[in-house]
């Protein structure tokens, strides 16, 4: 029998034959073919399209071949050798055009993966013209790449603007040179220690470097708690973002912020040394903490060379107590945040209410501020914050100021003790179910013992 | 800088302060349509005195988070809720400082893991294989979550056998 050959112009010819669009990608997510449905159905944005890699944007700037990539790019399934329907776009005048897509591995394994066929359905999912392609039978948890990379994007947006440097409020000396120091380590990809205490600002601190140095266009910030979070999952995810494929290109212009980087686990700090400053971690690196590190590497409660290497630049943030002539500019900040995310509209604040704010200690520092300040708008009904619409805690803070604080807790011994023997009695005699000489044995005492406490105390009469 | 031991009680005091006026110790609040995230913590976690309550909305989960406001949220992605969460999570800090959320979702939603964690989200588990690291989480934040403080003649009281009232 003669062998059959796989003539490939008659391949294509079948495939240009059908009207379904039809893509293939080989294992690297270049695009090498297209038939002539699919090239119709991308029309003029498909110039340029073979050779070009599918994978997520979220960028704004990405346009032209490269976003048309984007809007095929099969969901990570496949590459693990999984047949998935999932959805795929096209850039339009107005918005995004979809098509239900059926992804087909051409491999057994991940391994052996040497390509993909992507067949299109033949209609959109928004023209409405057939009834089973409708967006609401899509599964409840179908990845959609578009809705991802459009929330990345919004997100992003957003986020660049509310975390601007000069967003970091205050005239006060210490926040100049902490905005000054932001600005300078945005300008370089040097690892950034942000000290201080809790409620200062340091995770708006760590955004602003990012949005400074990348703008909204620039990759992901990803933050990892080193509180919250275990060893081992602090592990993995740090590998994971080492090895690049995580975030792909967009690696180089993101960042990542291991949060409370003073309470990181010890057993973790030796090989997140190696696997960030060790070799080329390909992200940015900010690390936030309470003290600075080298200050408990001295100590031996950290290892000093992870200490140093995350902290080639160090930004010092002050608490608030540290900085009060920016207390009123930071009230009337977050009041305005309130204001606009509510029906609800005050213009500013009592004299009493900015003497009571100024008088607080403010042990949670700006966080604190602002959450005191949201409370306060929610309980204010006039046109200004009154000093009655301040939190509880602020009131009771001024009045104790006025009064000496109690060093030590004091107690009226035999108050005390009597009101034990009471509560114990009566428990005792609860528990015995009213019988006295049971309850006599649990107390360790005679019979008649309890007979005259019970007189004496009022329980019974003699 | 001020003396480590400062800034320690400092932090305690703030903890303190913002956990106040009659709110419940920090739970472990589950949200989801299902059961199926519910019922595999309850094993990771099974032996251990960790208070789990199980919502079925995003606003019934934070109304008992007001209540908790030191809890941990685990949340299970949906494409339907993928926008709410988002709004959710940057409220978080400002209303609810001392809560943390926790994703959890089908594989098909990976994909959502950075952006939810950007967006503020502590941990994400993409499978129920990746039950052990998340019940880890929930005893950290539960193991650090303030208390309210007792005073001498309280702690004694409280030991007194036999029961209260």
């Known amino acids: 029998m003669a062998r059959q050959r796989i003539n490939a112009t008659d391949l294509a010819k079948m495939l240009n034959a059908t009207s379904q669009p039809v893509y293939v990608l080989d294992d690297e997510m270049f695009v090498v073919f297209y038939n002539r449905a699919c090239h119709k159905w991308l029309g003029p944005a498909a110039a340029g399209l073979l050779d070009r890699q599918c994978r997520y944007h979220s960028a704004q700037e990405v346009t032209g071949p490269d ?32 098509r239900r897509a059926t992804f087909v591995p051409l491999g057994t394994s991940a391994e052996d993966l040497i390509g993909i066929v992507a067949i299109l359905d033949p209609v959109d999912l928004d023209s409405g013209t057939r009834a089973d392609l409708d967006v609401e039978t899509v599964s409840p948890g179908e990845e959609d790449p578009a809705g991802l990379h459009e929330r990345v994007r919004r997100f992003h947006d957003e986020a660049a603007g509310r975390y601007r440097v000069d967003r970091l409020i205050g005239d006060s000396p210490a926040m100049r040179r902490a905005r000054a120091q932001i600005e300078l380590a945005a300008g370089s990809r040097a690892s950034v220690l942000l000290v201080g ?147 609800g509209q005050h213009g500013g604040f009592s004299a009493e209410a900015l003497d009571l704010l100024d008088a607080y200690g403010w042990p949670g520092n700006v966080d604190e501020l602002a959450q005191a300040i949201a409370a306060a708008h929610r309980a204010a009904a006039g046109p200004q914050i009154g000093a009655e619409d301040l939190p509880q805690r602020i009131h009771l803070a001024a009045a104790a100021a006025k009064v000496p604080p109690r060093v030590e807790e004091t107690i009226v011994l035999d108050e005390f003790l009597g009101q034990i023997e009471r509560e114990l009695i009566g428990r005792a005699l609860r528990r015995a179910k009213g019988n006295k000489a049971k309850a006599a044995r649990l107390l360790g005492m005679t019979r008649p013992r309890l007979y005259r406490r019970l007189v004496q105390l009022g329980f019974e009469k003699d | 800088m001020d003396d480590p031991a400062v800034t320690k009680e400092a932090d305690a005091l703030a903890r303190r302060v913002l956990l106040s006026d009659g709110a419940e110790a920090a739970r472990l609040i589950v949200c989801e349509h299902g059961g199926r995230w519910a019922v595999g913590l309850r094993r990771e976690l099974a032996g251990e005195d960790v208070p789990i309550c199980e919502t079925r909305s995003l606003a019934s989960c934070w109304e008992t988070l007001g209540a ?35 994703v959890v979702a089908d594989r098909r939603l990976a994909g959502y893991e950075w952006l939810m964690r950007e967006a503020g989200a502590v941990h994400f588990v993409g499978s129920p294989r990746q039950l052990g690291p998340l019940a880890e989480v929930a005893r950290r934040h539960l193991d650090q979550a303030p208390a309210r403080r007792r005073s001498v003649t309280e702690q004694i009281w409280s030991s007194l056998p036999w029961g209260g009232r």
């Open chain 1, 67 to 98: 976003a048309v990539a984007a809007g095929l790019c099969p969901p990570p399934e496949v590459m693990e050798c999984q047949k998935v329907t999932a959805t795929v776009s096209r850039s339009s005048d107005e918005q995004p055009v979809r």
């Open chain 1, 197 to 343: 205490p809790p409620g200062c600002g340091r995770q708006h601190a760590a955004a602003a470097i990012h949005y400074a140095a990348h703008g909204k266009s620039g990759g992901s910030l990803i933050p990892l708690d080193c509180a919250a979070l275990g060893a081992d999952a602090i592990r993995s995810k740090v590998r994971a973002l080492a090895g690049g494929d995580v975030l792909g290109e967009h690696s180089a212009r993101s960042t990542l912020v291991l949060s409370h980087a003073d309470q990181l686990p010890a057993d973790v700090q030796g090989e997140l040394w190696v696997v960030l400053f060790g070799k080329r971690f390909p992200l940015r690196v900010i690390a936030t903490a309470e003290q600075p590190l080298h200050e408990l590497a001295q100590g031996g409660e950290y290892r000093a060379d992870l200490a140093a290497s995350l902290a080639t630049i160090t930004i010092e943030l002050p608490p608030l107590t540290q900085r009060r002539e920016d207390l009123p500019l930071l009230a009337q900040l977050f009041l305005e945040e309130a204001n606009s995310r509510s029906a």
């Open chain 2, 68 to 102: 908790s406001p030191a809890g941990l949220v685990v949340v299970e992605l949906t494409t339907a809720n993928v926008d709410e969460l988002l709004g959710r999570l940057a409220g978080l800090d400002r209303d609810l400082p001392l809560a943390r959320v926790a």
